[in-house]
T-cell receptor
Framework: NAGVTQTPKFRVLKTGQSMTLLCAQD?????MYWYRQDPGMGLRLIHY???????AKGEVPDGYNVSRLNKREFSLRLESAAPSQTSVYFC????????????FGQGTRLTVV | GQNIDQPTEMTATEGAIVQINCTYQ??????LFWYQQHAGEAPTFLSY??LDGLEEKGRFSSFLSRSKGYSYLLLKELQMKDSASYLC??????????WGAGTKLIIKP
């Protein structure tokens, strides 16, 4: 039972470098999300998708692009990393929105120097 | 603006009971979630309340008062493994989850 798998687990980037975080779920969920988690703050939604081929902006979308490759996979791309993007990133998926739990990946700890 | 408030940290004793409070202010309301997050791990779902009252699930219970914008998570018979952060999140009228910063619960023997 894999659930939600995201890669990589850790990464250090230099300012201006790019990278893609990958997320895959095997629960046939329609909804997928990318969050960032910073100390002393709640999870903040970056982008989300309500189905294959759809994406939408969340609370903090600037500096990030996403792609819903198919029903299983949802990627997050940083085109030109900045130190302010140092954070722990979580991918999540859910069957719906109301009264449905979200399942989270194990997180990616990203440091931008 | 939208806001979730919960204590930053709480300490309790193994075997005891602890109540973690959460107050919320959101544009509309479609339910309140509680998640548990152990250090360095992913959040995992604990409960969902949309109607007023208490929902019991084993050692954990969650309460909601919509008129007061208030919820609490009650943990009974505390075990060392309950040491974790507990995240409160409210679903607003646009079905967006607004998350609190989390309450770090420390359990002492």
């Amino acid at each position: 039972n894999a659930g939600v798998t995201q890669t990589p687990k850790f990464r250090v980037l230099k300012t201006g470098q790019s990278m893609t975080l990958l997320c895959a779920q095997d629960m046939n969920h329609e909804y997928m999300y990318w969050y960032r988690q910073d100390p002393g703050m709640g999870l903040r939604l970056i982008h989300y998708s309500v189905g294959e081929g759809t994406t939408a902006k969340g609370e903090v979308p600037d500096g990030y692009n996403v792609s819903r490759l198919n029903k299983r996979e949802f990627s997050l791309r940083l085109e030109s990393a900045a130190p302010s993007q140092t954070s722990v990133y979580f991918c999540a998926s859910s069957e719906g929105i109301m009264n449905t739990e979200a399942f989270f990946g194990q997180g990616t700890r990203l440091t931008v120097v | 603006g939208q806001n979730i408030d919960q204590p930053t940290e709480m300490t309790a004793t193994e075997g005891a009971i602890v109540q973690i409070n959460c107050t919320y202010q959101t544009s509309g309301f479609n339910g309140l979630f509680w998640y548990q997050q152990h250090a360095g791990e992913a959040p995992t779902f604990l409960s969902y309340n949309v109607l007023d009252g208490l929902e019991e699930k084993g050692r954990f219970s969650s309460f909601l008062s919509r008129s007061k914008g208030y919820s609490y998570l009650l943990l009974k018979e505390l075990q060392m493994k309950d040491s974790a952060s507990y995240l409160c999140a409210a679903l607003d009228s646009n079905y967006q989850l607004i998350w609190g910063a989390g309450t770090k619960l420390i359990i002492k023997p």
